[in-house]
């Protein structure tokens, strides 16, 4: 017996893979020789990830070099291993995956509307080269970063931009970073294979092996096929998408919610939400009975349900902070997705006031 259709609102996690990704992987599985095997079946699998890495650059509009990795995660880490300068920073509002790459580094405060403190981050570079780690989209609130802005500041004082992208990837321009870290399972690709986009190899340690000698491990061309098709897509109509969140802003705001951010430029497919006097932890429990996929933060970390770091950082209150959840659109996200998820909104809330009269 089926049950009720779910409404899937957490791609900013992991979005569902296209058709056209799907169809690329099953083609390239076809293709079952090494890429780095020097007969003719290497070959010719080298030339389909040749034509792959060529695709995904030119869809992201990067002339330069891309390295194929595993996902965002492990290009962030061939970043913070290997770039060519002593020192190290991060953004206070950084995903785990940074935080976990670089270790002790510097760490630079953001504002409560979740927007990088620009004076102390040229404070924290001054006089020592380093790696600055900045996103360009927040994965919790879809804050947006003037990410060029921050990179030529960063530039003029000798320094190297990591910029992380796997939430803009596919959605807004690229900044001009000196390396740039992007997934393909949340822009519609298969899980499992990413990029580092290198403005200049020679800022960047080689450690032998493949991709130039910048990443070790036999390539997935599959994956890297079906990254490439879900960026030809271009599935992503981010003015009908604005327009949704809009919508649903609106509702969440005059039934009495919190949306978190909204004094920064956001990204249209994600949006934070405080509903007060009811913890995230309860809401997501409500709302998943319901039938809606949502989240509290990274789904990196949102299984410890410990409150959220991003948050924290933008030093917004206690009660906000533990009252937010994070909901996150597709290409296919629909009006009637987002008038459903409001009405279970409304019915949660309301349910908590009662309880609390």
Request: with cysteine; hydrophobic share 45%.
């Amino acid at each position: 017996m089926n049950g009720p259709k779910r409404v899937y609102l957490d791609h900013a996690a992991t979005t569902p893979v296209l058709p056209d990704a799907r169809a690329a992987v099953f083609q390239a599985l076809e293709r079952w020789s090494n890429p780095s095997s020097p007969h003719t079946d290497g070959r010719a699998a080298r030339a389909a990830l040749e034509k792959a890495r060529r695709t995904i650059a030119d869809a992201l509009e990067w002339r330069h070099d891309v390295v194929l990795t595993s996902g965002a995660s492990e290009a962030i880490l061939i970043a913070a291993r290997q770039a060519k300068v002593p020192g190290r920073a991060i953004g206070a509002t950084e995903h785990d995956a940074v935080r976990a790459a670089f270790g002790r580094a510097k760490v630079v405060p953001v504002g409560e509307a979740g927007l990088i403190d620009r004076g102390a981050l040229a404070e924290m570079i001054a006089g020592t080269p380093s790696l600055v780690a900045i996103q360009q989209v927040n994965n919790e609130t879809g804050v947006i970063q003037p990410i060029d802005q921050i990179a030529a500041e960063i530039r003029a004082a000798g320094s190297l931009l990591l910029a992380d992208c796997a939430q803009s990837a596919g959605k807004l321009p690229l900044p001009d970073a000196n390396f740039i870290s992007v997934s393909a399972h949340k822009l519609g690709g298969p899980p499992g294979v990413g990029a580092l986009l290198v403005r200049d190899l020679a800022r960047l340690h080689a450690v032998g092996g493949q991709e130039k000698g910048y990443r070790r491990g036999t390539e997935n061309l599959p994956a890297a096929a079906g990254f490439a098709a879900a960026l030809s897509a271009g599935a992503y109509d981010m003015a009908r998408l604005s327009q949704l969140r809009q919508a649903l802003e609106k509702e969440i705001e005059g039934a009495g919610g919190t949306v978190i951010g909204n004094a920064a430029p956001r990204l249209a497919t994600i949006g934070c939400y405080a509903m007060p006097g009811v913890t995230s932890a309860s809401q997501l429990v409500q709302f998943d009975l319901a039938g809606f996929s949502v989240s509290a933060g990274s789904a990196c970390s949102s299984g410890s349900m410990k409150p959220s770091r991003v948050l924290q950082a933008m030093e917004l209150p206690e009660e906000v902070v533990g009252s937010a959840i994070r909901v996150s659109f597709g290409a296919d996200t629909t009006d009637d997705d987002v008038a459903a998820f409001v009405a279970e909104w409304r019915r949660i809330f309301a349910r908590a006031q009662r309880s609390a009269a």
